[in-house]
């Protein structure tokens, strides 16, 4: 059991340029999301989904899009990137939505 | 609006000591309260939950509190170790859009 996986783990970009962050997870869980982390500021959700097919806007959702083609993966995108998207990014799955939220290892994502 | 809050911010204490730390929410429909552990550059990891229908939870060294009236939760941590040094964040799950809101975080640094 891996748990929750991302890739890439560290990713430089320059303003304007895209990426897909790809997040999957094993245990079978309904529910995956995607948040951002920025010193001071906690974990803040970007996206998330309750099932396969489903996507819905978390607190901070401009600026990226998402998609949940399969139940195991969530796919974050980048149209075009701003500094102000430099963060770590983590991605997460639950087995309920009240329920213990599975993290993964994380990416961290430099925007020059 | 949903709005958590956690203090103190950074919080230092002598290894053997007790540490508590407190959050307050907005939302009074709210019905889960977890704890995450997140050690440096690692992932966030659940350390503790409480659900509504209880007020005291405990596990080992770490207990959680929570006055539902006051809109208030909190960790403790008893006879407290290194390893426990770490960044703390709690959460609440916010029944109007379905989601977990975590607090700021809280440096918790335990000196030996």
Known sequence: ?112 | GENVEQHPSTLSVQEGDSAVIKCTYSDSASNYFPWYKQELGKRPQLIIDIRSNVGEKKDQRIAVTLNKTAKHFSLHITETQPEDSAVYFCAVFMEYGNKLVFGAGTILRVKS
């Open chain 1, 1 to 112: 059991n891996a748990g929750v996986t991302q890739t890439p783990k560290f990713r430089v970009l320059k303003t304007g340029q895209s990426m897909t962050l790809l997040c999957a997870q094993d245990m079978n869980h309904e529910y995956m999301y995607w948040y951002r982390q920025d010193p001071g500021m906690g974990l803040r959700l970007i996206h998330y989904s309750v099932g396969e097919g489903t996507t819905a806007k978390g607190e901070v959702p401009d600026g990226y899009n998402v998609s949940r083609l399969k139940k195991q993966n969530f796919l974050l995108g980048l149209e075009s990137a701003a500094p102000s998207q430099t963060s770590v990014y983590f991605c997460a799955s639950s087995y309920e939505r009240a329920h213990e939220q599975y993290f993964g290892p994380g990416t961290r994502l430099t925007v020059t």
